[in-house]
Structures are given as structure tokens and as C-alpha cells.
């Protein structure tokens, strides 16, 4: 496999053995060399018409060959080779000369070090014009992708430079009656508003000639070629088409049909896939609850339900099967609930439901029949049958309550005890619960901050290998922690306790920083690396952390390409405003974006398209089944995502070469797991072994 660390150079000397110490000398400082020693003229025209060549390393006379010969065919063949001389006849008239004719340098052959530095500096600038001219290709590919989107797409959308229309698709034409876009080329944004609302509509322009859109979206009246008004809401957003700055203008229209609404509303509050309440709303109804029970105004209960091993049901239905498990499991519940209880798809496979004007004993009774009911239905798809149990949570909501988020957190530590007790059964959440969970976590807490004061924190690192010859040698960056007895504590044991104390920030960048310091150690042997670093929900959702980030690049002279920064689909659904902000701030920064666990839940991926990705991360889940026919569906969906949308995929935990057929089929371009390696101290897997 090539990476960055290959460099394929054309030797041209008179000796052979000149040649390989010469690439002997490159090894030593870190290259893997893939040189071809060239002796004559015919040699080298047969080297250049056939495989790629980073450098031609030349004497500055080889028999009959001189430098400048050499060079000239370099140049008439087209291709991007640097040529680089080194002889005993080094002058400042002779290296001139030799640069007027295309030379990268002059290098004395008794000045060894001096030679291999300037290698370096030429093979270094070489692999940026070629990063660069991808980049310039791939942004042509996605500025044509992207104008075939625009066009079919049914949002009126518009581009406006100095208030007029340089672009806009059919749907926007259309919206305010105007045939074919030269017409509306002449036509300034300002006489599409009403005219009493135009004064206002000018300030807008003005932020917008200063690059300062408005984030929010505004309402104005819009007007229809034909006189026509109808109230219209604008997003404005920087753009560039064609290479042109400018702003992309976004259009609704508001609907006077209460109807369609009303529906709109639903979906937003909606599961998708149960029909229940998503999180989001169900959060807001519970906070609701809490507030009134604050005041005196409310009694109920909160449940928190999750099945008993439902990976069973996944291995055994199938991804498409178990989706339909769930979505028999909310049907349940519905149908043996009580008439205005909030039920919910709270997350994954979790449900949660808010019951009202109950007592706690009411509620206890309810929550075993549903955890009879579940542990008594069989599901049954195309003829595979699976069952399961679940564990449930419950706690009261009363004046005592904190918040909705405190409640659920409580409840969620019931669950997890009736889980840890062998499931199947109801745990009510108590103060013996509240004061061990507390004490635990005490411990736990005690510890991150002795590590975080005491440097007691280490990396490990997996490899993630290219399926198609992506040059470079990438890493995963894996944290783990050290207790009193230097004994390993793995992040499982203590992310969860530190995301309560709000000490994740410190701990991403801890890792961020000893991240940045092992590339740069690494760069003194002459290894380019990337490292993929997870990142958490506190470090996404905080101003300050791109900031910071771009002052540790700064301070340590890194390129922000060495570092892509991961989170979880999770946290980037809950946290979308957020996490697009974070990409786009990343992008400036060089640095790269992945998301984390693609496809766990749900292979809708419709949220890509607001992310600056680089790379997508296929959960493991799905590779582990790749068998599996609905598996495969889902890693061919993600990977054709990956290739819609411009951005590489990888395949997590990788565990056998058996799901390698299915990943290379549907053009999965990396993998990473134990298969290859597990997670390691040392930076020392061989990346020319995947060749």
C-alpha cells in the first residue's frame, strides 16, 4: 500500500552502488524507498513512459547523459518530477544554469547531508502540489455535483452577489414567476421584497456586503412578478459559485394551510421509525412536568425501559428485523399504557415514558405489566422468531425533582442497576442508589483529576489501513488511565463519571495535546502521520475548543491535516447547529472531521449533508454482520453516501478477514480492528506489509 512515508525516485549515476547507498541513506532516515537505478538515456525515457516517479536524483554527467539532457526529457514528458544534481563540479555559474534548465537544486556529492535535506524539502513540495491539484479537481467534481443539486432541488434557493441574482434554480424562478434566469439576472434581490419592508431589507445587504449574514432566519414579504405578496422566511449563508464569492439565499414560504402545519410539527417531534415522541420533545414535556410538580401542580413518574440483550434479536433478524422488533416493542407499549402518557423512543433502543397524575405504587404495578408483556412477545419476521426481557427504571416526579435532565439521569442508573442484577425485573430509583452511584463516582472523578494533574493519562494506537493504496499511515488515538497500582483503567470505567463532572474538555484536550506531541516526534524520524482523535459532546458544544485548537497548531508548527477530530453520530444528531459550526471551523483549520458509529441506529444519513466531512466510520455492528444481508445493504447505503457526498468511509472493528470481500465490493476505503492490530503503545505497525 503506498503512504506518505514511499518516495519512488529515478537514480541516475554511473555506479550502482552510488545508487543504493544513496537509497540506503533514504531508509535510514525514515523512507520506505521504491527506487529504480537508471545507467543511460534509453533507461531513463523507458522509466518515464512507464510507472509514476516522485524525483530524479542525478549525477550531473553519466556517460554521454549529462543533467541537463535528463532534465529535458523530465520536462518533455509533462509529468511533475523534480530533478535534482549533485556532482564534484558545483559552482554558483553551474547551479544557476542548472535551475534556468529545471533543476530543483545543485547539490555538492561531498555535501551527503545537504543532499538528503534537499530530497526531503523537494518529495515534501511535491506531495502538496499534488494534494493540491486533487483538491482543485475535487473541488470542480463538487462544485458540478453540487450545481445538479441545486437544480433539481426543491427548495428555491439563489446566490446574490452586491444584491443581484448571479444564480438561482428552477425552484426559486418559479416561486416568484420569472422564466428562464437572464431575466432574473437583471432584477435586484431588493424589488423581489415589498416596498414598505425594502428600508429594513437594505441593512441586511449592508451586513451582507461586510461578510456578516444574519444566522437567524427572517421573515419578510415577498413579491411575485405579477404584483403578488406572500410571506417568505430567508436563510442567508457565504457562498462561492464559480469561484465567486457571494451569499446563498434560501427561501420558505410560509404555508397558510393549518394543516400541513400541523403535520410538519408532528414530524418534528416525531421517531420516525416508532411513531413515539423523539428525545428532544419527550425532554420538553418532562421538563414541563417537572416544573409544574416544583410548584406544587403536578404528581407522576418517570420509566425508563430498555431490553435485555438486544443484540440477540439483531443476529438473529437482522438489522431490517430488528427495527421492526422495536417498532413492535412501542406498539406494545402504547397499546398497555394509559390514556395521555408520553411515551417515547428516548435512544437507540431505549424507551421512556412520562406518566401523569399517578402514584408511585400505580406506577410500579404499570411498569410490571410491561415487563411481562415484553418478556411474552415473540417476534416474529419472515418467519425468524426471537424474544427478549427488559430491564426498567422508575422514578416519581414530585417537588423534590431538580430538572427533567437530572430525573432522567437518575432513572438511568435504576435501569442500569436492574441490568446489573440480571435484568429482567423494575428497580425504583432511591437515595441508597443516589449516594452509591455518587460514591463510585466520587472515586472515579478523584481519580481523572489526579491524572489530569499528574500526567497519570496514556495513548494507544490502532492502525487504519488503506483498501485502495490512500497513501499515508493513519491512527486511531485511544486513551486509557492509570490508577494507584499503575493498573489500566479502560474508558468505559470512566468517561461516563468525568461527562457528569464536566471534565471531558480537559481530558480531549489532554489527548489532543500528547496526540500533537507524538507527531512531532515522530516527524524528527521523518514520519507523516494522521491521527484520528475522538472528541466529546462538551468539546463540540464549546466555543472556546477551536481556538484552542488552532493555537496548539500554531505553537507546535503543525499542518492541521496531520488531525482528524471524531464524534459520534449520536452527539452530532443531538448537536447538529453545533457540530456543523465545528466542521466548517475545522476546515479553516486544515484539520479534518469524522463521525463516529455511522449507522448504529438508523441508516439515515440525510444529516451528512450539513457536515464538512472527510471521513464516516461504519459501526461495527454492521461489520461484524457483514454477512448478513441487511448488514450489507447498510455498509453498500454508507458507502455510497461516502461517495455522493465526498468523503471516505471506514470500517470499525474489523475482527477477521471474512467481511474484507464485502467491503472491498461496495468500495469501502479503510478498515481498522483487531484484525490488523490491536490497540498498541508504539506507533510501529508496517504500513508497506498492506502493498
Not at 415484553?374 to 425468524?384: C, L, N, P
Not at 489526579?450 to 485502495?468: E, T
Not at 500528547?514 to 507523516?528: N, Y
Not at 471521513?615 to 454492521?622: E, N, R, S
Amino acid at each position: 500500500m503506498d503512504n506518505g512515508n514511499v518516495i519512488r525516485p529515478l537514480i541516475l549515476d554511473e555506479s550502482e552502488n552510488e545508487a543504493e547507498a544513496l537509497a540506503s541513506s533514504l531508509r535510514n532516515a525514515g523512507f520506505a524507498v521504491r527506487h529504480k537505478y537508471i545507467e543511460n538515456n534509453e533507461a531513463l525515457q523507458d522509466a518515464i513512459d512507464g510507472k509514476s516517479w516522485d524525483l530524479l536524483i542525478t549525477a550531473s554527467q553519466v556517460g554521454d547523459l549529462s543533467a541537463k539532457q535528463a532534465i529535458s526529457l523530465i520536462k518533455k514528458s509533462g509529468k511533475d518530477i523534480p530533478c535534482i544534481v549533485y556532482g564534484s563540479d558545483r559552482t554558483d555559474d553551474t547551479v544557476v544554469d542548472l535551475i534556468r534548465c529545471g533543476a530543483a537544486d545543485f547539490v555538492s556529492e561531498n555535501a551527503p547531508e545537504h543532499l538528503l535535506l534537499v530530497i526531503q524539502r523537494e518529495f515534501f513540495n511535491l506531495r502538496e502540489r499534488r494534494a493540491h491539484r486533487a483538491c482543485k479537481s475535487l473541488h470542480h467534481e463538487s462544485e458540478k455535483r453540487n450545481r445538479v443539486l441545486l437544480d433539481s432541488s426543491r427548495d428555491p434557493i439563489a446566490y446574490i452577489h452586491e444584491g443581484m441574482h448571479i444564480y438561482a434554480n428552477q425552484s426559486y424562478r418559479d416561486i416568484f414567476g420569472y422564466d428562464d434566469l437572464e431575466e432574473l439576472e437583471s432584477v435586484p434581490i431588493m424589488d423581489l421584497i415589498a416596498s414598505d419592508q425594502q428600508q429594513n431589507f437594505k441593512d441586511v445587504l449592508r451586513r451582507l456586503s461586510n461578510n456578516e449574514p444574519p444566522e437567524e432566519a427572517l421573515e419578510y414579504l415577498a413579491m411575485h412578478q405579477d404584483g403578488e405578496t406572500f410571506t417568505a422566511t430567508m436563510n442567508f449563508s457565504r457562498a462561492s459559485i464559480d469561484g465567486e464569492t457571494c451569499t446563498q439565499v434560501m427561501i420558505h414560504r410560509k404555508s397558510n394551510n393549518k394543516a400541513l402545519e400541523k403535520e410538519i410539527e408532528q414530524l418534528r417531534q416525531q421517531d420516525l421509525l416508532t411513531g413515539l415522541f423523539n428525545q428532544h420533545h419527550f425532554m420538553e414535556l418532562a421538563q414541563n412536568a417537572v416544573k409544574r410538580a416544583i410548584d406544587g401542580k403536578y404528581k407522576g413518574a418517570l420509566l425508563y425501559i430498555e431490553p435485555d440483550n438486544f443484540r440477540n434479536i439483531k443476529d438473529t433478524l437482522g438489522i431490517t428485523g430488528s427495527d421492526l422488533a422495536l417498532t413492535d416493542i412501542a406498539n406494545l407499549l402504547k397499546e398497555n399504557s394509559p390514556e395521555g402518557t408520553v411515551l417515547a423512543r428516548y435512544a437507540g433502543t431505549v424507551f421512556a415514558i412520562l406518566l401523569n397524575d399517578i402514584q408511585q405504587k400505580d406506577a410500579e404495578k404499570l411498569a410490571e405489566q410491561l415487563r411481562l408483556r415484553i418478556s411474552e412477545k415473540i417476534f416474529d419476521v419472515e418467519g425468524k422468531t426471537a424474544t427478549t426481557s427488559c430491564s426498567i427504571g422508575l422514578i416519581k416526579i414530585s417537588e423534590t425533582s431538580i430538572d427533567a435532565k437530572k430525573s432522567m439521569s437518575q432513572v438511568e442508573t435504576a435501569c442500569n442497576f436492574a441490568k446489573n442484577n440480571g435484568g429482567n425485573m423494575i428497580h425504583a430509583f432511591s437515595m441508597e442508589d443516589e449516594l452509591a452511584s455518587l460514591e463510585a463516582d466520587k472515586k472515579i472523578i478523584t481519580l481523572v483529576k489526579l491524572a489530569l494533574k499528574n500526567n497519570r493519562f496514556q495513548l494507544q494506537y490502532q492502525p487504519i489501513v488503506s483498501l485502495h493504496a490512500e497513501p499515508g499511515e493513519r491512527y486511531e488515538v485511544l486513551i486509557r488511565l492509570l490508577d494507584q497500582n499503575d493498573e489500566v483503567v479502560m474508558p468505559g470505567e470512566f468517561l461516563a463519571a468525568a461527562t457528569q463532572a464536566g471534565l471531558m474538555t480537559d481530558i480531549d484536550r489532554w489527548v489532543i495535546k500528547s496526540a500533537a506531541k507524538a507527531i512531532l516526534d515522530k516527524r524528527k524520524l521523518g514520519k507523516e502521520l494522521q491521527f484520528f482523535i475522538k472528541i466529546s459532546a462538551a468539546s463540540l458544544c464549546d466555543p472556546s475548543t477551536l481556538l484552542w485548537i488552532s493555537k496548539l497548531l500554531q505553537a507546535a508548527r503543525l499542518h492541521g491535516d496531520c488531525l482528524v477530530f471524531e464524534i459520534k453520530e449520536q452527539d452530532a444528531l443531538e448537536n447538529l447547529k453545533a457540530a456543523k459550526m465545528f466542521s466548517n471551523g475545522l476546515r479553516q483549520l486544515n484539520c479534518n472531521f469524522a463521525i463516529d458509529h455511522a449507522g448504529r441506529d438508523s441508516t439515515d444519513l440525510t444529516y451528512l449533508k450539513h457536515l464538512d466531512l472527510s471521513y464516516l466510520k461504519i459501526d461495527g455492528a454492521h461489520i461484524e454482520s457483514a454477512s448478513d444481508e441487511e448488514s450489507q445493504e447498510a455498509i453498500k447505503l454508507i458507502a455510497e453516501s461516502g461517495r455522493n457526498f465526498g468523503f471516505l468511509t471506514i470500517a470499525e472493528h474489523v475482527q477477521d478477514p471474512t467481511c474484507l470481500a464485502v467491503l472491498w465490493q461496495h468500495g469501502v476505503n479503510f478498515i481498522q480492528g483487531y484484525y490488523l492490530q490491536h490497540p498498541k503503545d508504539k506507533l510501529n505497525y508496517d504500513f508497506s506489509n498492506s502493498d
